[in-house]
């Protein structure tokens, strides 16, 4: 299966369109999103984490290629900081949900 079949949910650095277009290499539309069950956190950088209650803010990302996967994930530096992981994000105009591809943080978020 294709990476790309998947939109990616963002919450930190990619959600400045200028960041997002020098990691992807191209500009890219953001869609206001939110994931019910997650709250933002930054330390060095952001993360987020389960909390029930609460929702993390961000943006989904669509129809990215599985190149442009393969330089988010050495951004992110996967596996080292941050996992990908499928999650169900609702859209911010509506009670519409979509799976999605997040970075989640490997544990050093708990430091």
């Known amino acids: 299966m ?3 079949q998947l939109p990616l949910f ?3 650095s990619l959600i400045d369109p200028q960041r997002r277009a020098e990691v992807i290499g191209r500009e890219i539309d953001a869609m206001p999103a939110r994931l019910n069950g997650y709250e933002r956190g930054r330390g060095r950088y952001w993360f987020i984490r389960q909390r029930a209650g609460r929702a993390a803010t961000g943006a989904i ?3 990215l290629t599985d190149a ?3 330089r988010l ?3 992110e530096e996967v596996p080292v900081l941050y996992t990908r992981e499928r999650v169900r994000v609702s859209l ?3 009670d519409a949900q979509r799976e999605c591809w997040v970075y989640l943080p490997t544990g050093w978020e708990q430091n």
Do not use: Q, T
């Open 10 to 12: 963002v919450y930190g």
């Open 68 to 70: 442009e996967f393969v």
């Open 73 to 75: 994930d050495e951004y």
């Open 92 to 94: 911010i105009d509506g």
């Open 2 to 4: 294709s990476l790309a």
């Open 61 to 63: 990302l669509e129809n």
